[in-house]
C-alpha cells in the first residue's frame, strides 16, 4: 500500500518551490564521457560482489565439512574446480 505524504522535511519549503529551482544540466557530451570512464568501474564492482558472494557461500560450505572431517583438502579443492 502506497501513501502520499503530505508533509514536508524541510519547514517552508514547498514542491511549487522545488519544482522552479534551476539547476545545470550536462551536455550529451559530458554524459558519454563520465558513462565512458564509469560503465567499466561499474562492471568490475558487481563482477567482484557477485565473486564475493560466492567465495562466501564455498566457504560456508566448506568450512564446517572441513573442520568436521568429513571431507578432506583434496575433496574440497574437487569440489572448488566443479564450482569455478
Known amino acids: 500500500m502506497r501513501v502520499k505524504s503530505s508533509g514536508v522535511a524541510v ?3 514547498n514542491s511549487s518551490a522545488v519544482k522552479s529551482l534551476r ?10 564521457g563520465f ?11 558487481l563482477r567482484s560482489a557477485n565473486e564475493s558472494k560466492l567465495l562466501a557461500q564455498v566457504r560456508d560450505t566448506l568450512l564446517p ?6 571431507i578432506r583438502i583434496p ?5 572448488v574446480s566443479e564450482v569455478a
Open 11 to 13: 519547514p517552508g519549503l
Open 65 to 70: 565439512k572441513l573442520i568436521s572431517g568429513e
Open 75 to 79: 575433496d574440497a579443492e574437487r569440489i
Open 23 to 32: 539547476f545545470p544540466a550536462a551536455s550529451h557530451e559530458v554524459v558519454d
Open 35 to 45: 558513462s565512458r570512464l564509469a560503465d567499466p568501474v561499474n562492471e568490475r564492482i
